[in-house]
């Protein structure tokens, strides 16, 4: 029989749907149970696309023993951390503080009032390692409810309290100003890896929030050392098995330091983030690798994330059917010296081993490979390698393949919008740009709909349950400010606004704090807030990035105010953590240059557009248009008419103008940084 789960929109929880677990989803419905009962709630965390998840649930909740172990000591709730960021944060942190890591699957014992008081991520089916077995620990949670209660209620109310205690650090007054920047630059020298690219060591993770501070910092001071380490990482994770040598994009991390053997996840927010640090790459040194990988990952987010309604599926998993229809990690993506052979022939295969590293002894699990391109290669003949790649391509596509997460998430479409806009509006790509004006459409259709707040994810072109959360407004609002500057369409420029006045209204505190939730939004037993980028910008570094490039766009005062409020905790971290919080770092960059603001009169796509678009200020704005409208539409445009009947760039920054110019020359000197 199908469990609650079944009436769900989440790919992860349908996964579970008909397991003999009698699953709940997070609702109050299920804590009223579990006090009715008076049993613990057993809460469970994860995703569609995490292989461990896979595991755990293969071993223990397909199991009708310990199923009906379960269904008789608790009630079991199944959380898309996904879905409910929210919820994951504020049981994660618990997580953290108590065993010193996290991770998921994540298994949380809670009491009816949704207080933790017993901890872990994946437990096996036997004992192993010196760790217990799920069965063992669940008969332990079972003892420990029924005869020493008076323990339990007290764990549980020192570790809310303790999480309750956990304030933010506010970053003092003040934004962070040249020094803060300087010494961020510093942390990450020495936390860079010289050898291989990307920062510290085994799993090695995309850095590509801090390459954009790199790129940034590079385009404001001339720092070489910073162009060099954004370059070389680039360089290093295109030419490694981390990037997908065949089909274009990125897998989720490399679980070495050299990016040869990656966890084979492929998350929709790595590549649109990857996408953008490609195509700012080559904005900055013209490079074709950087130039050929941001349209490879462009293309491979069209292809196999795109869903019918328009928007961005969230993953691909790591896991797919092997040659003897086992699900195994990578079955997709690895080959052997004699599956080249049985594709290309003895030659071809041969050349194709040694371009992509594929050796009889294997670099990944069985003697199979990950294909990366190996050091050394010397010159090779590009047409061979297009028809080799091609071939292994097309004998790939027979394979069977990885699962999708089809689900919509607000943020990270809206990190994919500002990829496809961009990258399109660069490389002479209409039809990149088409993708991310279809994708910003279904956002206000489904996602914002009838209730005007955003909604956090669709499925299928319906609007899912939950609320959005900070991210999802500053992501969101930072792709519709990216679309507005490649468009040239000012409701963009609205519909971002209308988001950030949400923000300003319900997500930002005292002292200009945000908190991940809005103040309206369901209490949980702490309110999240936290300002570290991981491997996507924290909510509160998007919004702040927003804000600030909507301020530029408009004068707004308030928003200019609650961004440098918001950079405040980048004062303080930027010098110590710099590698978490990157995209903080890129926004303290922007201001520190303005940001600039670039008014372009003259047509969408001309040359002075285009100009302005490949300027490497740090986060200047540009508004285009013309005609007598064109100010209502961007109020950059008010009272800059073109010169002499010719297209022409206005560039102003703290307040001050530059002479307005018709020659694309002279704009680009301007924005040069």
């Known amino acids: ?51 461990w998840c ?6 223990s909740f397909e199991d009708e023993t310990v199923a009906a172990y379960l269904n008789a000591h608790f009630v079991p709730v199944k959380v898309d ?24 699957p994540m298994t949380v014992f809670l009491t009816p009032d949704a207080e933790p008081f017993y901890f872990g991520t994946y437990f096996p089916p036997e004992a192993r390692h010196g760790s217990p077995s799920f069965q063992q620990v669940l008969e332990g949670v079972v003892a420990a409810w029924t005869d020493r209660r008076e323990e339990v209620a007290e764990v549980a109310g020192r570790i809310v309290a303790d999480l309750a205690g956990r304030s933010l650090v506010h970053g003092g007054d003040g934004v962070p100003g040249e020094q803060e920047t300087a010494q961020a630059l510093l942390g990450l020298t020495r936390e860079y ?37 954004a370059a070389d990482t680039c360089s290093a994770m295109a030419r490694g098995g981390i990037y997908d040598q065949l089909g274009g994009g990125f897998a989720r991390y490399s679980v070495d ?17 990857l996408c953008r640090v490609y195509a700012h790459l080559w904005r900055t040194t013209g490079s074709d690798e950087a130039r050929r990988i941001a349209l490879e990952t462009a293309d491979f987010m069209v292809r196999e994330l795109r869903t019918a309604e328009g928007g961005f599926a969230s993953a691909l998993d790591a896991d797919s059917e092997d040659a003897d229809g086992k699900h195994v990690e990578g079955a997709f993506y ?156 000012g409701a963009w420029l609205e519909f971002a606004g209308f988001l950030l006045d949400i923000v300003l209204e319900q997500f930002t505190g005292e002292g200009g704090q945000l908190y991940d939730t809005a103040h309206d939004a369901e209490q949980l037993i702490r309110r999240p ?33 609650a961004a440098e409020g918001a950079l405040g905790v980048v004062k303080a971290l930027g010098p110590r953590v710099p590698r978490f919080v990157g995209w903080g770092l890129a926004v303290a960059e922007a201001l520190l240059d303005g940001p600039r603001e670039v008014a372009v009169a003259g047509p969408v796509g001309g040359e002075l557009h285009r100009t302005a678009l490949l300027g490497r200020a740090p986060g200047a704005v540009v508004a285009v248009g013309e005609g007598p409208g064109a100010g209502a539409e961007f109020p950059l445009l008010v009272d800059r008419p073109p010169v002499g009947g010719e297209p022409t760039g206005y560039v102003c920054r703290h307040f001050v103008c530059d002479a307005p110019t018709t020659d694309a020359g002279e704009l680009a000197a301007k924005l040069g940084g």
């Open 193 to 229: 890896d010289e050898q291989h690219g990307g920062f510290g060591g085994a799993p090695k993770f995309p850095p590509s929030m801090a390459v954009e501070f790199l790129l940034r910092h590079y385009a404001r001071t001339g720092s070489e050392g910073a162009l060099q380490m």
């Open 81 to 104: 951390r996904e879905e409910r960021p929210d919820v994951d944060a504020v049981y994660m942190e618990a997580v953290q503080a108590a065993t010193g890591h996290g991770g998921w």
């Open 257 to 273: 330091r050299e990016w040869v053997v990656p966890h084979f996840e492929k998350m929709l927010y790595d590549n649109a983030l």
């Open 1 to 51: 029989m199908a469990n609650r789960l079944a009436q769900t929109t989440s790919p992860y929880l349908l996964q579970h749907a008909d397991n003999p677990v009698d699953w709940w989803p997070w609702s109050p419905e299920a804590f009223e149970e579990a006090r009715k009962r008076d049993v613990p709630v057993l809460l469970s965390v994860g995703y569609a696309s995490c292989h």
């Open 529 to 561: 807030q936290d300002p570290t980028d991981s491997a996507t910008p924290s909510g509160w570094t998007a919004a702040a990035g927003a804000l600030l490039s909507y301020a530029a766009y408009t004068g707004s005062e308030a928003h200019r105010t």
């Open 334 to 489: 690895v080959w052997t010296p004699g599956q080249l052979r049985e594709v290309l022939g003895e030659d071809d295969a041969a050349f194709a081993a040694a371009y992509f590293g594929v050796t009889e002894e294997g670099t990944f699990e069985e003697g199979s490979s990950v294909l990366r391109l190996t050091e050394g290669a010397g010159p090779v003949d590009a047409a061979r390698v297009a028809d080799v790649r091609a071939r292994l391509l097309a004998a790939r596509a027979e394979r069977p393949r990885p699962g999708r997460d089809d689900k919509v998430v607000a943020a990270w479409n809206g990190l994919a919008i500002a990829a496809l806009a961009e990258t399109g509006a660069y490389f002479d790509r209409p039809d990149l740009v088409e993708r991310a004006t279809e994708a910003a459409d279904l956002l206000v259709r489904v996602h914002l709909g009838e209730v005007a707040r955003l909604t956090r994810t669709s499925m299928d072109g319906r609007a899912g349950g939950n609320a959005g959360v900070l991210e999802d407004y500053g992501d969101v609002a930072e792709g519709f400010l990216a679309l507005a500057a490649v468009t040239g369409e």
């Open 54 to 59: 896979h595991v755990m649930a293969h071993e």
